[in-house]
């Protein structure tokens, strides 16, 4: 795998400062945020001047019960090419469902049973056969643990490895957060893994509210994640390591003091006394496949990983009851960050409509009544901000005249059509249809 060095998630809003930061080795960029052919220009002068540059997929959902989408694929094999990238990565994650048609707008963990395990292996082997250069898949952070797992972490992503010869993206930040939320000891998973697979290391910031951790994106790396990735270092050298920032960007000093941090961190020479201490791997369970060929996942397996993530998602998503076995608490702290995060994509991509509620506390109160029950539109963030902004007008109509002229004029110039009279908005209403 090639060595990578210390580097940054570039993003639009940190491009002029990612450009001047001392020692940057490369950077990663969501491959979804591109377009091959129109990059932009501060991505592309990094490229011009040798910076590697590694998409990183954010909606293949791999660990869902459907095989990977074709499109999606060749996309993300486009973007890798555009770029020149030695590799791409994706998750170990779902974030949609069939049946019902559901989207979470998120990554959402798969259940660690024998069935997730073959489902996700097989959907994994078709995207390294659609895809141009070698694949790595990263742990996810998570709030919930499903009821019923039959493996650990360590074990769920070695036999992951052994079976498909993908490589990973150790998250460290994420195994500090699954440590806060579901008990799990960072540790036992880095002694448990195969490490000789390590693509690189995402390192990012984080917060505990209510002792839940919330893997922000947007806060500074506290040093307990440094601790973390410490002990990886102590195991192996790592190819390369990432700082993630998505949010509350810092001015450019603190950035490059961070990635000062993370690089003295990194540049630790390892402990050999306590390099890797992996078990010898078990034989799989009977049906389950194995490293000595490709396996199908069986129908039945992945319909019954569709069962159960269908019903997660839809309590997540559409106020469904909540499944057995699953933390009512956790899973109410799971929809509130899912709409949360909703509301702050929809902001980002139709920033007019803060303004015109009146600023960022009564456009999220307004969005979060509209998303309550009501799953994210098929179609896409764009969509949303359209669906939001005809709810509004509909049933949740701004009480300043100005802002309710506003709203419309907005939804006008981008639905272009006029939105219905209020005579047709009274009797919606009254129906309980939805706009």
């Avoid at 020479?269 to 078990?279: C, F, G, M, W, Y």
């Avoid at 015109?356 to 799953?375: D, F, K, T």
Wanted: proline share 9%; aromatic share 4%.
């Amino acid at each position: 795998m090639a060595h990578l060095g210390v580097g940054i998630g570039w993003r639009p809003e940190i491009a002029d400062a990612v450009e001047r930061l001392p020692g940057l080795d490369w950077v990663e960029v969501v491959a979804e945020n591109i377009c091959p052919g129109h990059l932009p220009a501060a991505l592309q002068r990094l490229l011009d001047r040798g910076t590697r540059v590694v998409p990183h997929g954010v909606s293949l959902g791999l660990g869902g019960a459907d095989r990977p989408d074709p499109a999606k694929l060749a996309a993300l094999g486009e973007r890798a090419v555009a770029l020149g990238a030695p590799l791409v990565t994706e998750h170990i994650a779902f974030v949609r469902t069939s049946s019902p048609a559901l989207e979470a707008g998120h990554l959402l963990p798969v259940p660690r049973t024998r069935d997730a395990l073959a489902v996700l292996c097989e959907n994994v082997r078709i995207a390294q056969d659609a895809l141009p250069v070698p694949l790595a898949l990263e742990n996810i952070a998570a709030l919930i643990s499903w009821p019923g797992e039959e493996l650990t972490e360590g074990q769920f992503l070695t036999e992951l490895v052994e079976r498909t010869g993908v490589r990973l993206l150790v998250d460290v930040a994420n195994l500090h957060t699954n440590r806060v939320n579901r008990g799990e000891d960072p540790a036992a998973v880095l002694d448990a893994i195969p490490l000789e697979a390590l693509a690189y290391v995402h390192v990012a910031g984080g917060v505990e509210r209510g002792g839940v951790w919330h893997d922000t994106h947007a806060h500074p790396v506290p040093a307990v994640v440094l601790d973390v990735l410490a002990g990886l270092r102590a195991r192996v050298d790592p190819p390369g390591v990432l700082l993630e920032r998505d949010d509350a960007f810092p001015p450019e000093t603190e950035l490059a003091d961070e990635l000062a941090r993370i690089r003295a961190v990194a540049g630790a020479a390892p402990d050999r006394a306590t390099a890797p201490r992996r078990a010898t791997p078990r034989p799989p369970a009977a049906g389950s496949g194995g490293a000595a060929g490709p396996e199908a996942a069986g129908e039945a397996a992945r319909t019954r990983v569709a069962l159960g993530q269908a019903a997660l998602l839809s309590a997540l998503v559409a106020g469904t009851p909540v499944p057995e076995g699953f933390d009512r608490q956790r899973i109410r702290v799971q929809a509130r960050s899912l709409a949360a995060k909703r509301a702050g994509v929809v902001a980002g991509l139709a920033p007019e409509l803060p303004e015109i509620l009146g600023g960022e506390g009564p456009y999220r109160e307004a969005y979060l009544r509209y998303a309550r029950g009501r799953p994210m539109a098929a179609a896409g963030y764009r969509r949303e901000a359209l669906d939001f902004a005809e709810h509004l007008l509909v049933r949740d109509l701004p009480a300043d005249p100005a802002a309710r002229r506003r709203l419309t004029r907005w939804w006008q110039d981008r639905a272009g059509a006029r939105p219905p009279h209020r005579i047709v908005r009274w009797a919606r209403a009254l129906t309980g249809r939805a706009a």
